[in-house]
């Protein structure tokens, strides 16, 4: 038994450090410093799905103490269980204000660990802000038919890892003088650095240089937090609210193969400003 132990001991601690030295290694390559967010005042309880859950029990066992069976009829009633809660799945809960033997919300955190991703299309840009033979070939009334040709859908969202670690999707390769010259524009990606639960709610930590006037190495991180709402989620589908607004998530492989289309789909474009230059 000793020697059993011994040698688990020795397996968490080089996973604890090759944990740690890739979290290092995504952050220096996204070329920021080990940002710390606190988050304060979440009241979910987390733990691992028991044996003996159903769609009217939850049986949790929290990271202390003991299992808890918890009444979820009516959760399930509102479709307030978002995912498909099964046996070792980590969960958060809220409980009801009320009776806290039963549950208000439930998420299956595991569930949404991966890669989530939804279509944006591009606009287009105004006069003002394109290239001076862009506005020539615009003020010649470019037809629609061409324009339709930049409208060139990509795929935006996260991926959401261990360790609370998350990472943008939607990252392309192209040349300034390409997309100079490009009549449309895409919304800036944000650089997502972390995830965290706060009472039911995604943050999405996100991570940028503040503008400086020349090159500075050690200029300051703009630290900003998305809060999304939950509204439905399978294998496959991840509905949410932000600010308000729908929007509808497809589960990717990966993030690499998200960015992957991504490219191919800014490829597209440059291939026709490359031949109507």
Known sequence: MKKILAFVGIVSLLFFSCSKKEQGKEQMAAGFPDIKVDIKGDSMVYGLVCDGTTDSVIVLWPFTGDPVVYDCIDAHDNHRIIGKPSIGDWVGIIRDSIDTTVVAMAIDLDQLKGTWTYPVI???????????????????????????TFMVPREYGFTLKRAHQAQAVGYVRSTSTLQSDSPVEYPKVKRYVQWHMLNGRLILVSADMKPTEGPDIDAPVEVKMDTLDFVYMDNDSLIMTQNGVRIGFHRKESAMEANKEANKAQAKIDSIKKQER
């Open 122 to 148: 591009p606009v287009m840009k105004d006069l003002q802000h394109m290239s001076p033979r862009m506005q020539k070939r615009m003020m010649a009334d470019m037809p629609d038919s061409i324009k339709n």
